[in-house]
């Protein structure tokens, strides 16, 4: 069964130059897409042209089927219910993300209460589980604080919760760990690993590194100048990349991850 | 033990110390760093956020006085007052910046970004000196003399990147600083910027400073690391030993924590 297809989604802007360009890809219930590119490829423009999120004066034809249901079809008040509870984000930059002016624990409770309908106390205790979730385990100072004041991996970390709140089928993480350190990121890769597989959530990961996309990714669609020029899996692209395209992003990707190896002795 | 440690480096460290904010308020951005690049090598910086790369490269490149130590060049101590030290480290040492985008200025065209150092440090003899030196510099990194009139949004990030490049070499300098010179490109314009880096360098006997979170960019660049971390180093040496063989637990976890590929 599939859980997100897009089907020649295709965007252009009010002058008529054309983004995106009939891109088509599905993933099934459980699967986990991996979207690489490099910038001007649209994997950003993919991900917000399938919550309705594009930019003013640009348009999206084609379909974004959730559950066989095409969103593109829905008006705002429509989109806004399926934002969120789902599909749910994650972005770059936490940072720009959260609202400054608000508690964490009130953020996380935000699409709780607006989705669930849940009570201020009932929100506020599944945030606090949440957090546990996501391994934010001073909790009750976590949720007492500002974006501004958390750490940027807390930030991410604040983030995912917020987006798994209402158990979304679908999670869609644009650059999710680009902004932060290394060793941060390792830890987001690895937790995001761990939540997608227990709950179940179905996974569309956008990103420019193919090392990182390689670690959370099952299936691959490759992008260039707003047109996929590779559906494969991750393996298959390690192991017998097809398109020149996607060997010409391995072996940079390849040559710029190398460390140094030991001597050979 | 080398020839190149027992002569005098030529940009060093010496017990270096920052602390920023008034009393009883400080937080201290680098504590008791000594580093010391000789010349010709290539040495690179690498460390996460809060290590104190930005703190370390201001004062690497004079626009920062240490709280405590001193930054030497030619084994003198870079002092205010010292106008000809100065002037010869300002013409010698010059630096290439992450985002091409926000370091060149936009209103410029090519040719003017690039003769910018050599009129500042008084250069060249004259225009005509200054444009063929423009004209030379640009070949170095691989951009023709069309490139000379165009303004930098006409160009691809990788090529912005090569201008930047051009401008720190036109005033034939020893040290070339790199503030995480290839961090913001696309991974296959990265690789050939890397490359040209490698190239100019030993073409140019360059010695290269390298400022990075990328401990794989440092490796491939830099024949010696130094790790920094929490305002201290917490490692240094050779490249190979340091990223094969870490003495550091921070240095493991630090390259453990990099994603590669099979």
Redesign the interface.
């Known amino acids: 069964m599939t859980a997100l297809e897009v089907r020649d989604l295709t965007v252009r802007t009010s002058g008529g130059r054309t983004l995106l360009d009939a891109v088509s890809w599905e993933v099934p219930f459980g699967g986990r897409l991996g979207i690489i590119g490099?910038?001007g490829s649209g994997k950003s423009l993919t991900a917000a042209a399938i919550l309705g999120l594009l930019p003013e004066g640009m348009t999206a034809t084609g379909q974004v089927l959730l559950d066989g249901r095409d969103l593109l079809t829905l008006g705002e008040r429509a989109l806004r219910a399926v934002r969120g509870a789902q599909v749910a984000m994650v972005f770059q930059e936490p940072l720009t993300a959260l609202d400054p002016l608000m508690t964490v624990g009130r953020q996380i409770a935000g699409p709780l209460r607006l989705h669930r309908g849940a009570s201020r106390t009932k929100a506020r205790e599944l945030a606090a589980d949440l957090c546990r979730l996501v391994r934010l385990d001073d909790t009750e100072r976590i949720l007492g604080s500002y974006p501004w004041q958390l750490s940027?991996g807390q930030r991410q970390r604040v983030s995912i919760a917020m987006a798994l709140a209402c158990e979304p089928r679908v999670l869609l993480a644009d650059e999710p760990t680009t902004a932060l350190?290394?060793?941060?990121?390792?830890e987001i890769?690895d937790l995001l690993d761990e939540l997608i597989e227990r709950t179940g959530t179905t996974l569309v990961f956008v990103s420019?590194?193919?090392?990182?996309v390689?670690?959370v990714a099952r299936d691959l669609v490759v992008m260039r100048s707003g047109q996929v020029v590779e559906a494969t899996t991750v393996a298959q692209a390690?192991e017998a990349p097809a398109h020149p395209y996607t060997r010409?992003?391995?072996a940079?990707?390849?040559?710029?991850?190398?460390?140094?190896?030991?001597?050979p002795r | 033990m080398t020839d190149e440690t027992t002569s005098v480096p030529l940009l060093a460290l010496h017990g270096v110390s920052r602390e920023f904010g008034g009393r009883g308020r400080t937080t201290t951005a680098l504590d008791g760093v000594d580093i010391a690049v000789h010349e010709g090598r290539s040495v690179g910086i690498v460390g996460?956020?809060g290590a104190g790369k930005s703190t370390l490269l201001r004062l690497l490149l004079g626009l920062d006085t240490p709280t405590s130590g001193q930054v030497s060049y030619r084994g003198q101590t870079l002092d205010r007052r010292d106008r000809a030290l100065l002037k010869r480290f300002r013409r010698e040492v010059q630096v290439v910046l992450q985002d091409p985008r926000s370091s060149l200025d936009p209103r410029m065209t090519v040719a003017q970004i690039v003769a910018e150092p050599l009129q500042s440090l008084r250069i060249g003899a004259d225009q005509r000196e200054r444009s063929a030196r423009v004209d030379e510099v640009l070949g170095w990194v691989g951009l023709d003399a069309d490139a000379r009139r165009k303004y930098p949004a006409q160009f691809s990030?990788g090529q912005r990147q090569r201008i930047a490049i051009a401008r720190a070499l036109a005033p034939s300098p020893k040290v070339l600083v790199g503030d995480e010179p290839v961090s913001a490109l696309?991974?296959?314009?990265?690789?050939q910027i890397?490359e040209l880096l490698a190239r100019l360098r030993t073409e140019l006997g360059l010695t290269l400073v390298l400022v990075s979170?990328?401990?794989?960019?440092v490796?491939?660049l830099c024949e010696e690391t130094v790790v920094l971390r929490g305002g201290r180093v917490e490692e240094a040496g050779e490249?190979?030993q340091v990223?094969?063989?870490p003495t550091s637990p921070y240095t493991r976890?630090?390259?453990?924590?990099?994603?590669?590929?099979?």
Request: hydrophobic letters at 45%; aromatic letters at 0%.
């Open positions: 490099e910038s940027g350190d290394v060793t941060v990121q390792a890769l420019h590194d193919l090392p990182v390689a670690r390690l010409q992003l391995l940079a990707a390849r040559a710029v991850s190398r460390l140094p190896q030991e001597d | 996460e956020s990030g696309d991974v296959s314009v990265r690789q890397m979170h990328d401990v794989a960019i490796g491939q490249t190979r990223l094969t063989r976890a630090l390259l453990d924590a990099v994603p590669t590929l099979a």
